[in-house]
Nanobody
Framework: EVQLQASGGGLVQYGGSLRLACAGS????????IGWFRQAPGKEREGVSC????????YYKEYVKGRFTVSRDNAKNTVYLQMNSLKPEDTAVYYC???????????????????????WGQGTQVTVSS
């Protein structure tokens, strides 16, 4: 059974940092691009970042660009999301998911389309206080 485990969330003050981790098991981890999404209460799930299977390509949504950095260590079957300069509007449950291929889609409509992602972790709560 494919499993993704997101961890590292917590409560942080405005301007603080957190590092999320997404650990995968029971599948060929280095064969898939991984996406990060988030969902705030009452809002739709939205894309945050995507990293290709080798880590050679990374993509970010405009609202996190310059503040968040995605990376991966395939030897550890883990993808990381380093979040700096956090804002209250970053408060959400963060999810990681496997994309249906090695590369994040070059088409924006597909890259952030949740239907293009096959397996999802359970999410980790990030709360940023003002």
């Amino acid at each position: 059974e494919v499993q993704l485990q997101a961890s590292g969330g917590g409560l942080v003050q405005y301007g603080g940092s957190l590092r999320l981790a997404c650990a995968g098991s029971s599948f060929t981890f280095d064969g898939y691009a991984i996406g990060w999404f988030r969902q705030a209460p009452g809002k739709e799930r939205e894309g945050v970042s995507c990293i290709s299977s080798t880590g050679g390509s990374t993509y970010y949504k405009e609202y996190v660009k310059g503040r968040f950095t995605v990376s991966r260590d395939n030897a550890k079957n883990t993808v990381y999301l380093q979040m700096n300069s956090l804002k209250p509007e970053d408060t959400a449950v963060y999810y990681c998911a496997t994309y249906g291929g090695r590369l994040c889609s070059t088409a924006l409509r597909n890259r952030w389309n949740t239907a293009r992602y096959d397996y999802w972790g359970q999410g980790t709560q990030v709360t940023v206080s003002s």
